[in-house]
């Protein structure tokens, strides 16, 4: 299968990749897959039908423009083919009317650019590098006249890692139950045109994680993070103790559904010295649904916790102000405040981290604890914060209670 515009015949993975009729498809994991290609290719596909536009994109305009990537390679395969450059566009024109675009998705805002625009094929470059709310909202882009047989198609070439890790993990390489999402893994043996000994001494130089990253496409290996560690926790306990004394729900809410962050509400409870992390809730949920189980999540708690507050992190801005005003109304007959944090999330973690590495900060069993420690043990380097967040403010609100008369009161 040698490729129109490709300098050179694909490699047997790349022909898997290019064979596919699916609507989605993963291409990589590892480094020196040749996944730029195989992603240019499957763009290139089909450019001699008229009518046909493909769209490629990176996270910035810089990442396009960068000496060998993508849009340079492309300039490379098409300079002299007939097809015409538009610089202001960014827009391959070929002999049949069809078109490549290159363009760059920054911000969450930047996928509205491309609201009236019309794809068969949109292409991610470094998928990991995204959050799941821009992949999903190009899907609004795919369209075809009626009676064209073009297919339309996702196609997306990624190393593991990155701000997107987790959902293009799942939604990928968990994933197995959707035919028409596949992913094709690729490594460094797979591409028989690099030099692969002088790439090996490159990869060498990396920190275990990264290398095993992107020289084995390990998707499970985690960064270690410099602020926990996971021998810290020990065993988590079978059940919550009965004898706790305070209890505090904080929540960390994200700004966006389906978006890179995440809403964490971590319940913590204290005895004496020592502090228990009792639950976490945690999703992608739009504001409606947010509030719904923020409310549930509390009815829930007040059952079990006799001396209970709730606690949300108001972010800054009228629209932070506004979300953490609707939280307390939401809320109303409850123990519930908001507050503007200050300080780095580093800053703020050290404190619930100290009380960790002496030990006094315990686990209960949960569906949820290796989420937990996993973004614990990664955190700052890992790709999310949210949950960490949420314990930070738990602990920082149950440090400083004391309890007089009966009531709970804060220093």
């Known amino acids: 299968m040698q490729s129109l515009w490709s300098p050179h015949a694909p490699t047997e993975r790349q022909r898997e990749f290019l064979r596919l009729d699916c609507r989605e498809a993963l291409y990589g994991g590892a480094a020196g897959g040749g996944k730029t290609d195989a992603l240019l290719m499957a763009a290139l596909q089909h450019v001699g039908t008229p009518g046909y536009a493909a769209l490629i994109l990176r996270r910035t305009y810089q990442d396009l423009a960068l000496p060998g990537a993508i849009m340079d390679r492309a300039a490379e395969w098409l300079r002299g083919s007939g097809a015409r450059w538009n610089e202001t566009d960014h827009r391959w024109t070929f002999p049949s009317g069809a078109t490549l675009t290159f363009g760059y998705l920054q911000t969450e805002k930047d996928k509205y650019r491309y609201q009236s625009a019309e794809f068969q094929t949109v292409c991610y470059d470094e998928l990991t590098q995204f959050r799941e709310s821009q992949y999903r909202y190009l899907f609004s882009r795919l369209r075809r006249l009626e009676g064209s047989q073009i297919p339309l198609r996702m196609r997306a070439a990624s190393n593991p890692g990155g701000v997107g ?5 799942a939604r990928f390489v968990e994933d197995h139950a959707d035919s028409d999402r596949i992913f094709v893994p690729a490594k460094l043996a797979d591409n028989p045109f690099l030099d692969c000994g002088q790439y090996l001494e490159s990869l060498d130089q990396l920190d275990a994680v990264t290398r095993a990253q992107l020289l084995e496409g390990n998707w499970d290996v985690l960064p270690e993070g410099s602020t926990f560690r996971r021998e810290w926790f020990g065993a988590a306990l079978p059940e919550r103790p009965g004898f706790l004394t305070q209890w505090v729900r904080y929540w960390d809410k994200a700004g966006t559904e389906g978006g890179g962050d995440w809403t964490a509400g971590v319940l913590m409870g204290k005895a004496g010295s020592l502090f228990y992390v009792l639950d976490v809730v945690r999703g992608q949920w739009s504001p409606a649904q947010r509030a719904a189980i923020i409310r549930q999540t509390t009815q829930m708690d007040a059952a079990t916790c006799p001396r209970y507050s709730i606690w949300t992190e108001q972010e800054p801005g009228s629209g932070g102000k506004e979300s953490a005003e609707n939280t307390i109304a939401d809320l109303a007959g409850y123990d519930v405040h908001a507050e503007t944090v200050t300080g780095s999330k580093v800053v703020r973690a050290n404190p619930f981290a100290a009380q960790c ?55």
């Open 357 to 411: 590495e002496v030990g006094n900060v315990k686990l209960i069993a949960g569906g949820w604890n290796a989420a937990y420690l996993d973004e614990l043990c990664a955190f700052p380097e890992g790709p999310h914060d949210d949950q960490v967040d949420a314990s930070s403010g738990a602990f920082a609100k149950l440090a400083v209670m004391q309890h007089r008369s009966g009531a709970v009161r804060y220093a």
């Open 165 to 169: 890790h987790d959902w293009v993990k």
